[in-house]
T-cell receptor, first 113, second 109 residues
Framework: DGGITQSPKYLFRKEGQNVTLSCEQN?????MYWYRQDPGQGLRLIYY???????QKGDIAEGYSVSREKKESFPLTVTSAQKNPTAFYLC????????????FGNGTRLTVT | GIQVEQSPPDLILQEGANSTLRCNFS?????LQWFHQNPWGQLINLFY???GTKQNGRLSATTVATERYSLLYISSSQTTDSGVYFC???????????FGQGTILTVHP
């Protein structure tokens, strides 16, 4: 079945450590996205990528980094510079960035203590 | 920056009731989508609707681009409709989608 796989579902880290969240899709989608959701809040865009080897900052990119070396993969690194990293992270993809439905993975809940 | 506002923030219904959720946006629209987030955090795409009207079972959506709003209609609500409904707006920044704060819907049996 085609879909978006985020792993792991739950992730625990100590403050000061970098952590990388995985996102893989087998939908042959061109565009991929990372969003952050805090309790009771909407989704805020961290980074997005419309083609391989290219990505753009979203609204809250500080403290995060991404890469897009393969079409199907868009990993997100939460660095120690991110002041409040504990959140629910959602990866999404769409066939083309501008005019097709967005589909989400099941998310990774990151807790940093 | 772009403003995406959803109303109402909270909505409580009895099973079988109808409801209308609204999404206002502050600029020209190229991309407008509606999503449902279930209690486990899964986000499901309900509609891709930058303009016009679409229907899918008990749900329908309308976007009036000239007046900068979109509506999501839920008819004969069921308890499984509970969750958070988000609209996501895309304007002139190609590929960038901005989400509203959501409407929390609770349907009681």
């Amino acid at each position: 079945d085609g879909g978006i796989t985020q792993s792991p579902k739950y992730l625990f880290r100590k403050e000061g450590q970098n952590v990388t969240l995985s996102c893989e899709q087998n939908l042959n989608h061109d565009a991929m996205y990372w969003y952050r959701q805090d309790p009771g809040q909407g989704l805020r865009l961290i980074y997005y990528s419309q083609i391989v080897n290219d990505f753009q900052k979203g609204d809250i990119a500080e403290g995060y980094s991404v890469s897009r070396e393969k079409k199907e993969s868009f990993p997100l690194t939460v660095t120690s510079a991110q002041k409040n990293p504990t959140a629910f992270y959602l990866c999404a993809s769409t066939l083309t960035g501008g005019n097709s439905p967005l589909h989400f993975g099941n998310g990774t809940r990151l807790t940093v203590t | 920056g772009i403003q995406v506002e959803q109303s109402p923030p909270d909505l409580i219904l009895q099973e079988g009731a109808n409801s209308t959720l609204r999404c206002n946006f502050s600029d020209s629209v190229n991309n407008l989508q509606w999503f449902h987030q279930n209690p486990w955090g899964q986000l499901i795409n309900l509609f891709y609707i930058p303009s016009g009207t679409k229907q899918n079972g008990r749900l329908s959506a309308t976007t009036v681009a000239t007046e900068r709003y979109s509506l999501l209609y839920i008819s004969s609500s069921q308890t499984t409709d509970s969750g958070v409904y988000f609209c996501a707006y895309g304007g002139t920044s190609y590929g960038k989608l901005t989400f509203g704060q959501g409407t929390i819907l609770t349907v009681h049996p």
